[in-house]
């Protein structure tokens, strides 16, 4: 399939503009709300799923600190309909295995 892509438009593929932005707000309530140190690092991705058992959207939020598993928060939201609460609601889930040892990737 070929994709005819003008370099001149500003959204070639069709992309939500809102998207960096709200991935930016999502960092921020997630180190907030979690009271993470600055070199603590927050990534957030958005999934999607096609079985029927599966929300259609699903943001995850993977939060990496020196010496410490990685902790995986799940929002089943796209990024864009995400607001504060939502990342509060989600980060008190994890907030105790986040400081504890051992792995804390599991689902909530």
Do not use: Y
Not at 14 to 22: L, S
């Amino acid at each position: 399939m070929k994709l005819n892509l003008n370099p001149l438009q500003r959204n070639p593929l069709g992309r939500n503009p809102r998207i960096p932005a709200a991935t930016a707000a999502i960092k921020d309530w997630t180190r907030t709300a979690l009271r993470l140190e600055d070199e603590a690092v927050i990534s957030v991705n958005e999934l999607s799923c096609s079985k029927p058992d599966c929300p259609p959207r699903e943001t995850v939020v993977l939060i990496l600190r020196s010496g410490a598993p990685a902790t995986r928060i799940s929002i089943h939201k796209a990024i864009v309909d995400i607001c504060e609460r939502d990342v509060i609601d989600a980060s008190l889930n994890r907030a105790d295995t986040l400081h504890a040892k051992g792995p804390s990737d599991a689902a909530p």
